[in-house]
């Protein structure tokens, strides 16, 4: 049984920052590529940051320079350090892994950024 868990959301003044971490199990996790996800209420799911099997990264243009995204094979683990906050970052943050077209989703973990 495959499963992505997802912790480290909460509240946090603008400014602030916070670290997601996902842990998956059921996966052969170092040959996925995973990646964090976010929708905010009323808006559809978009792409924040993904890291390949090889450690290539990529990043929506609106967290650059703010997140970094980064995996501990060892750990079945993916990390989002956010850093510099804004309102607008306010989501439910999900960890995506896949390979070809197999994929597998989280639950989500709530980021509120608000004073």
């Known amino acids: 049984q495959v499963q992505l868990v997802e912790s480290g959301g909460g509240l946090v003044q603008p400014g602030g920052s916070l670290t997601l971490s996902c842990t998956a199990s059921?996966?052969?996790?170092?040959?996925?590529?995973m990646g964090w996800y976010r929708q905010a209420p009323g808006k559809e799911r978009e792409l924040v940051a993904t890291?390949?099997?090889?450690?290539?990264?990529n990043y929506v243009d609106s967290v650059k320079g703010r997140f970094t995204i980064s995996r501990d094979n060892a750990k079945n683990a993916v990390y989002l350090q956010m850093n510099s906050l804004k309102p607008e970052d306010t989501a439910l943050y999900y960890c995506?892994?896949?390979?070809?077209?197999?994929?597998?989703w989280g639950q989500g973990t709530q980021v509120t950024v608000s004073s």
């Open positions: 995506k892994a896949n390979r070809f077209r197999t994929a597998y």
């Open positions: 890291i390949t099997s090889g450690y290539t990264t």
């Open positions: 059921g996966i052969a996790f170092n040959i996925y590529h």
